[in-house]
């Protein structure tokens, strides 16, 4: 390395920050001239970064955001307020006069009927939009044209200006406006794997952001814009801690931390939850037993939630992860989950609270099928739960993995209120630096059919309580935010946290309108931007399943970080930790049995499902190593043999991502250096990563098939030994 004298580094670092100086103003005439801002895009603001829209859109725009009228009296008056402000001031260039009353054209009226004399006197419907629905309408006050923002409460009117936002940022005409929003789920949370000490298990995004330790004192200014970026995705809840839960979060020292959050929250609608550990009785309580059905255990959880609620007021309730990788739990006494649940259930029923009881489970004292455990574990107490108790289900049976069929619990348990659990960080599909856009994978979960009342009976409809007339529903997401700059390590991963959200809400979006809308809001509205990266993206999950785990494979990466390719995983505390487990390659074929001849797994679903999965003719390509274990020979729909199909996926997923870095490069100026700079390093690493995967996976599973490459794919450039040879033990998001 050159050492450089005290003198010259003085003299080098001067220069540098010339050459700093010099390139700020640069970016500052830049900003100039082009009209892109001037200040350093960092991926702070998100989605709601309210850069002025050209010209003649302010123009069109101003005319309809002439007065601001809302009752700035409380909280979420001020948020509304404030945020209409921010918004339309950075848009329009200019802020909305504030005023008592709409006395000019152009007004934007926001507030309830209560609040508002003005939007009283107009006698809107509102009666379908419930608590926290919203309408926006085009209206006539005092025979001058206005727009009107209603709801039935200060949250739903909160929605309602967000959207609003998003219109104007989306370049959407306003001049005449209907539309009727209220979400189609109750519960929608993100789920922080968040320790106390700030490490995030599964987290690729820097630290928590919950800084526990200066909590309650300093809440900076983060946790606001926190709260801004859900409300406006209509996210209302945030469970702040990992469900692997130390019961510390239950003391008072840091309930009173997770009160200044609830304060900090409360005026966005977001409640504060916390993950309870089950054996807190006993490590904080000083019982000598967590037994659910132990009179001093039950009354020990009730003053808990007592303390809790004097605490932090309006706060949601439990997340439990009980009995699954080491967590205690009610089976520990010999009791049920449903056991488990009620009680906690009791004791927060008196507040309003609810607890979400995670479905995640699987022992490896247990012989069966993983995929098995769960339904095996919880259908027996369909219709036992209390009436406040969500049972949290995740998409598939085994672990987020880039594809899986639909949880097979889902259809299955019509008397229990099963919420959706979606993961958004990206343990399992590259980390931060892969870019790939997840609701087409939530979207595909959703939108599969369980036909547990028949055709159409969609996971959508489990989820939303309309199959089975539900009340209390909701969707979780496995939170991918910590301290970085851009919250979520990568720009693109800001996508899937507002995809996660307006899927929450309405689970029937379409993800391609959303990552337009997205892309509107955090990049550019530029049809010649916004058509390339909408398209890279849609098709960019697929990419990862491609030339990760093509054909139903699952569980390949590496041992604990769940880094890199490792399909030769074997041995260790227990099988289903390991990847020979789920692949189950040999010198005939490849993939796991789950049909009647196997661990017949698709005996969970459905007759037409598991007719569907369970037949090696009909099964869908993409689930076909899922379900079963198939000769190397077998011919593909292609006309492939299985093993070139195999090879040939590995290689597409590769080819994806060369297309992706291509098409982001050719877009260079049409959005600021800062970002594409950053996703085109990402995209560079995910194309090696790609190859890699592609590569140690090929020369591995080559030594089962024993069949050459198809002709023209390139054999991979190491040896097996090579591939297995790697290690990261310093991979980030690992669990402790
Ligand atoms: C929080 C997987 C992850 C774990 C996670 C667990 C869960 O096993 O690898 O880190 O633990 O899922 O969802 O509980």
């Not at 949250?155 to 104007?168: C, D, K, M, S, T």
Request: hydrophobic share 40%; with cysteine; net charge negative.
């Amino acid at each position: 390395m050159v050492s450089l004298s005290h003198g010259a580094r003085d003299a080098a670092r001067a220069g540098s920050r010339w050459r700093r100086a010099g390139l700020l103003c640069l970016c500052w005439l830049a900003g100039l001239v082009t009209g892109l801002p001037a200040m350093a895009e960092d991926g702070y603001a998100l989605w709601l970064r309210y850069v002025p829209l050209d010209a003649g859109r302010q123009a069109a725009y101003r005319a309809h955001a002439t007065e601001l009228v809302v009752d700035a009296g409380t909280p979420t008056g001020r948020a509304i307020r404030d945020e209409l402000q921010r918004g339309l001031h950075g848009l329009l260039g200019r802020a909305p006069v504030p005023a008592a009353r709409a006395g000019r054209a152009g007004a934007i009226v926001v507030g309830t009927p209560a609040t508002s004399p003005q939007l009283a006197a107009l006698r809107l419907d509102l009666s379908a939009l419930g608590e926290e629905g919203y309408l926006l309408r085009s209206v006539r006050i005092d025979g001058r044209p206005a727009t009107a923002v209603a709801a039935n409460t200060e949250l739903g009117a909160l929605y309602g200006a967000f959207h609003l936002l998003r219109l104007v940022q989306t370049a959407q005409p306003l001049d005449a406006l209907d539309i009727h929003q209220a979400p189609k789920t109750r519960v929608r949370v993100l789920n922080h794997w968040d320790n106390l000490d700030r490490y995030v298990e599964r987290g690729y995004a820097g630290e928590s952001i919950w800084d526990w330790h200066k909590l309650p004192d300093w809440t900076g200014p983060r946790y606001t814009d926190y709260a801004r970026a859900n409300a406006s995705i209509g996210i209302n809840g945030t469970v702040l801690n990992n469900v692997n839960t130390s019961a510390q979060s239950l003391t008072p020292m840091y309930l009173e931390k997770a009160a200044a959050l609830a304060g900090v929250f409360r005026p966005y609608g977001i409640k504060v939850y916390l993950s309870a550990r089950f054996s807190a009785p006993i490590e904080i309580g000083g019982l000598e037993t967590a037994d659910p059905l132990d009179p001093a255990v039950r009354a020990w959880w009730k003053a808990k939630a007592d303390e809790v609620y004097r605490i932090i007021p309006g706060f949601g309730g439990f997340l439990v992860k009980a009995n699954s990788e080491g967590q205690p739990g009610p089976q520990d006494y010999g009791r049920s989950h449903a056991d488990g649940a009620n009680m906690l259930a009791e004791a927060l029923a008196p507040h309003g609270g609810i607890v979400m009881w995670r479905a995640f489970v699987y022992s490896h004292e247990e012989p069966d099928d993983r995929a098995k455990q769960a339904y095996t574990e919880f259908v027996p107490h369909d219709g036992r739960f209390a009436p406040n108790v969500l049972v949290q289900v995740k998409n598939g049976a085994i672990d987020f993995q880039p594809r899986e069929p639909f949880h097979p619990l889902f259809g299955a348990m019509p008397e229990t209120p099963l919420m959706m659990e979606f993961q958004i960080t990206k343990e399992y599909l590259g980390f931060a630096t892969h870019l790939a856009y997840l609701a087409p994978m939530y979207a595909e979960t959703l939108r599969a059919d369980t036909h547990a009342r028949g055709p159409g009976s969609t996971v959508a409809r489990v989820v939303d309580g309309s199959l089975e007339g539900h009340q209390l529903t909701g969707m979780a997401g496995v939170a991918n935010i910590g301290s970085d700059r851009n919250w979520s390590g990568s720009h693109f991963d800001q996508a899937n946290w507002f995809a996660f959200g307006r899927l929450a809400w309405d689970p029937y979006l379409d993800p391609e309108a959303i990552a337009r809308e997205w892309v509107k809001m955090t990049f550019s509205t530029d049809p010649g931007f916004v058509d390339p990266v909408v398209a890279m993206m849609m098709g960019s999950r697929e990419a990862v399943v491609d030339y990760m785990t093509p054909l139903g494979l699952h569980h390949l990466m590496g041992r604990g970080h769940h880094y890199g390719p490792a399909p030769w995983v074997e041995g260790g505390p227990r099988a289903d930790w390991t990847s020979v487990y789920y692949h189950r390659a040999d010198a005939k074929g490849i993939g796991f049995d789950r049909s009647a001849s196997g661990s017949n797994a698709v005996a969970q679903y459905a007759p037409p499902v598991a007719a569907q999965f369970g037949d090696l003719a009909t099964v869908p390509e993409e689930f076909l190593l899922w379900f079963h274990h198939v000769p190397w020979d077998h011919r593909m729909a292609s006309g492939n043999t299985l093993w070139d199909e195999l090879v040939l996926r590995y290689g597409r997923g590769v080819d994806y991502v060369a297309g992706m870095r291509r098409t982001w490069d050719g877009l260079a100026g049409k959005v600021d250096p800062e970002r594409h700079a950053q996703v085109a390093a990402f995209l560079a690493i995910q194309e090696k990563e790609a190859q890699w995967w592609r590569d140690a996976s090929i020369a591995y599973f080559q030594t089962f098939s024993k069949r050459p490459l198809p002709a023209g794919e390139p054999a991979p450039p190491h040896s097996l030994a090579y591939y297995q040879a790697l290690q990261f033990p310093f991979a980030p998001g690992d669990g402790k």
